[in-house]
């Protein structure tokens, strides 16, 4: 079966330092990756999503960047952290189009 | 501009009575739809989904339905658990689309 590791569950980072969050797939092959953002009291909100090795696509402009350095992993990163990138974010993975996405268990980021 | 909305933040239901919870959408170009349980300090379980060519799918206690006219999908869960109490979400994407939308979820609290 397959399964989707994050980590850390939860961080502090003081404002403009840098991140990196990381996410694997086990149990199959070429997925689809995803990072969201849940904001307090608001939706899911897609960050990023890459359909293979070293191909990303980005949803909004911000502060973070995402790279697929291996096939089944998939780093959310940023140099300078923000106040406005606290919140809670979630790798999700797919098969391919018009199949549900699946969720880690995410990771609650507070900036300070 | 919430292409899809969740007008209903919250909804308490009595254990053994029918649960509805309710969708609507924007874009005409969504054509596929899904429905996700998420518990505090979780990632979305996926619970169910449906394609525009139906009106209706059926998955144990959870059934969706599907109105394309109106643009509004909905869950019925039957008989309504206590551990059906988490916020779900709604969330839809065009065809051959790999980015899903989300609504703003709507928190289910199932009274014993």
């Known amino acids: 079966s397959q399964t989707i590791h994050q980590w850390p569950a939860t961080l502090v980072q003081p404002v403009g330092s840098p991140l990196s969050l990381e996410c694997t797939v086990e149990g199959t092959s070429n997925p689809n990756l995803y990072w969201y953002r849940q904001a307090a009291g608001r939706g899911l909100q897609l960050l990023f999503y890459?359909?293979?090795?070293?191909?990303i696509s980005s949803e909004v402009p911000q502060n973070l960047s995402a790279s697929r350095p291996q096939d089944r992993q998939f780093i959310l990163s940023s140099k300078k952290l923000l106040l406005s990138d606290s919140g809670f974010y979630l790798c999700?993975?797919?098969?391919?189009?018009?199949?549900?996405?699946?969720f880690g268990d995410g990771t609650r980021l507070s900036i300070l | 501009d919430q292409q899809v909305k969740q007008n209903s933040p919250s909804l308490s239901v009595q254990e053994g009575r029918i649960s509805i919870l309710n969708c609507d959408y924007t874009n005409s170009m969504f054509d596929y739809f899904l429905w996700y349980k998420k518990y505090p300090a979780e990632g979305p379980t996926f619970l169910i989904s449906i394609s525009s060519i139906k009106d209706k799918n059926e998955d144990g206690r959870f059934t969706v339905f599907l109105n394309k006219s109106a643009k509004h999908l909905s869950l019925h869960i039957v008989p309504s658990q206590p551990g059906d109490s988490a916020v779900y979400f709604c969330?839809?994407?065009?065809?051959?689309?790999?980015?899903?939308?989300f609504g703003t979820g709507t928190r289910l609290t199932i009274i014993p």
């Open positions: 890459s359909v293979g090795i070293g191909q």
């Open positions: 999700a993975w797919n098969r391919g189009t018009n199949q549900p996405q699946h």
């Open positions: 969330a839809a994407s065009p065809f051959g689309n790999e980015k899903l939308t």
